[in-house]
C-alpha cells in the first residue's frame, strides 16, 4: 500500500478577509479549528488556490501559516501552497513556510510561461533540494497551461522529498501509470474525482467542497477501503452534486458564500475575482441543503 503523508482528507482551506479586504487572522483560525476538529481533516493547504494566494502577500502567507500551525498543534499537518512561475521565488516561498512550522508543501506547475517538460521536472527537483520538507506536485494543466506528463512525474518522483501529487487533470489512466510506477500518493483535486481514483490507486482528496462535506467524504473514502463498494458508491452518489456544484464558478467564492449561510465569517474574495451573486449563493446553498448538510 501507498504511505499516507497526509493522510487521506485534506481541504484547500479559504482565505477570510475583514470587511476592508484585510487579512482575518482570527477567523482563520476558526476556520482552520473547525476543519479539523469537526469536519474531520487530517491536513489542511493553507495558501493554495482557493485561498487566493495570487491576491496575498509573502508576509500574509506567512502569517497564515504561523496562524494555523499555532491553531491546530499536532491535530492536523499544515500543506503550505508554494507554487509560483518563478522557481527561485518558490524556493523563498518554501524556506518560509518550512520555519513557520508547514508539514508539507504544495508547489503547482509553472504557469504562464508554459515551460518544456525537462524544465517542469527541473523546477520540482530544484524546489525538493532547497528544502526538507515533503512536496506535493499539484498538477492542473487546465489552469497551468502545462500538464506533468507520466514520464516527468516518474522522473521526478524518485526524488525522496516528492511524496505526493495532487491530481486535477482528469486522466486516471495516467494516474495509474505513475501510481504503479513510482508508490507517489495520488490524491483527488478534483473533489469529483475522488471515488474513480481510488480505484486506480489514489489514497484520498484536496477538496474544495470538503469545507462542507468532509466528515462524509471520510466515510466514502473509509467505506472503499474497507471494501464496502456499494456503500462508497451510495455516499459517493449523496454528495456529487455538492462536487460538481462547489464548482459552479470560481470555487472559492461558493465556499465562501456556503460559510456565510453557515455562519462564519470568511469575507469577500480579492478582485480579479468577484463575490458570489445571490443567485450563486442561493443556488449552492440549497445543494448543500439537498445532500443534508
Known amino acids: 500500500m501507498t504511505e499516507l503523508p497526509f493522510g487521506r482528507l485534506v ?18 483560525r476558526r476556520l482552520a479549528a473547525h476543519l479539523v476538529d469537526q469536519q474531520d481533516n487530517d491536513a489542511l493547504v493553507i495558501n493554495g488556490t482557493t485561498g487566493e494566494s495570487p491576491t496575498t502577500t ?17 491535530r492536523a499537518k499544515i500543506i503550505a501552497g ?6 527561485a521565488h518558490t524556493i523563498e516561498l518554501a524556506k518560509q513556510a518550512e520555519q513557520a512550522g508547514a508539514a508539507g508543501l504544495l508547489v503547482v506547475t509553472p504557469y504562464y510561461s508554459r515551460p518544456p517538460q525537462d524544465a517542469v521536472a527541473d523546477h520540482f527537483l530544484t524546489v525538493a533540494d532547497a528544502t526538507s520538507l515533503p512536496i506535493i506536485i499539484y498538477d492542473i494543466p487546465h489552469r497551468t497551461g502545462t500538464p506533468v506528463e507520466t514520464s516527468t512525474l516518474i522522473t521526478v518522483g524518485a526524488h525522496p522529498n516528492i511524496v505526493a501529487v495532487k491530481d486535477a487533470k482528469g486522466l486516471p489512466v495516467a494516474s495509474a501509470q505513475v501510481i504503479a510506477a513510482t508508490g507517489l500518493a495520488y490524491y483527488a483535486g478534483d473533489d469529483g474525482m475522488v471515488l474513480p481514483l481510488l480505484a486506480v490507486g489514489g489514497v484520498g482528496v484536496v477538496g ?18 474497507a471494501g464496502d463498494l456499494a456503500g462508497a458508491i451510495d455516499a459517493y452518489r449523496a454528495l456529487l452534486g455538492v462536487y460538481t456544484g462547489v ?4 470555487g472559492c467564492m461558493l465556499v465562501k ?8 465569517a470568511p469575507g469577500g474574495v ?24
Open 11 to 28: 481541504t484547500a482551506m479559504v482565505t477570510p478577509f475583514h470587511d476592508d479586504g484585510s487579512l482575518n487572522v482570527a477567523e482563520a
Open 208 to 225: 474544495t467542497s470538503t469545507h462542507f462535506t468532509g466528515r462524509r467524504t471520510k466515510a466514502v473514502i473509509d467505506a472503499f477501503f
Open 58 to 74: 509573502d508576509a500574509e502567507k506567512l502569517a497564515l501559516i504561523e496562524a494555523v500551525v499555532a491553531e491546530v498543534g499536532d
Open 270 to 293: 480579492r478582485k480579479p475575482l468577484l463575490n458570489a451573486t445571490a443567485e450563486q449563493a442561493s443556488a449552492f446553498v440549497a445543494t448543500l441543503e439537498a445532500a443534508g448538510l
Open 257 to 264: 458564500a456556503g460559510l456565510a449561510a453557515r455562519g462564519f
Open 247 to 250: 464548482f459552479a464558478t470560481q
Open 82 to 87: 508554494v507554487g509560483t512561475f518563478d522557481t
